[in-house]
């Protein structure tokens, strides 16, 4: 025989498994507000150089300073998920680490081999940067299946962003007078700055009320 | 009334109901991966699942790597998810009869 009580913490049991195998978070609230900031500071130190820069050299330029930020904010994300799993006992390289890697990598290598090539090759940081917002959005929603709903929110702002950017550049909204590279630089500010910032702070908020609710 | 005899005795045991619904999540799990989502010991963790392997509801498959030594994948048969949809549907039962 099972009791009312057994059985309720049998099907407890069972929820929290389930919510622990599906669900994977590849980006960390203090990891996205590291990344966001330090995004808003390589666009603002992108539009303040770009009046030295030669105007053939100005993707060059562009790559390398986000690549730099990549590596930082990648390195600090990793960092954090590190240290998040060990303190669950867990190890980094958990099921659903890999799973996340798996769905991560295909569009970020694509997106980010087509952006360098507009940037470097034909000198497009602007439609360079369009590139990596459509692609990281993509990557985002490719973990859809087994992240929480914040990542799939977020995955979606960045497709939408970069969507609605390529129209407006498309139909020459954008101001003609504004350098390549600041353009770019304003797009990245918008997208991998404000919107890391908002997701990191709406989850931060999230996760201190239901600390707060015990 | 509900019929405690349709409960499956093989799952209704803490370890093996928590390797049922871990292998309820995905369509197959290596030995490494279930063992660090349950922490389990190896022994413990064969124990049931040749358990479950011999009630019918876990398919054991040895998967040949080029550079590694083969590696055991498990997965839930169709008897073993129909069973686990059962058993979960007798323990929500449980529970409602509870509640009146």
Redesign the interface.
Known sequence: ?????A??E??K??RS??E???TYRAISAPGAFVGGLLALATAATLARINADLNPGNGGNVFTLAWLIALAVSGLTNALLLARHAASR???FF??GMRLALRSLTPPLFVGGLLGITQAVLHNQPDQCAITWILCYGLALLATANFAPLSIRYLGMAFVGSGTLLLLLWHLGACPPDIPDTTLGAIFMALTFGILHLVYALSVGLKKHAHDEAG | MID?TK?DRTI?E?GR??IM??L???PH?SFQ?LK??L?MSDGNLITHLRALNKAGHVSITREEQATRRPQSIYALTKTGRKAFEAY?AI??E??N???Q
């Open positions: 025989m099972t009791s009312p009580e059985a309720a049998h099907l049991v069972i498994l389930m622990r195998a599906n006992g867990e190890p958990s099921p | 405690f409960l209704h803490k109901l928590a619904t871990l309820a999540t995905r799990w991966d660090q989502g922490q979960l323990l929500e449980i529970v009869l509870g509640r």
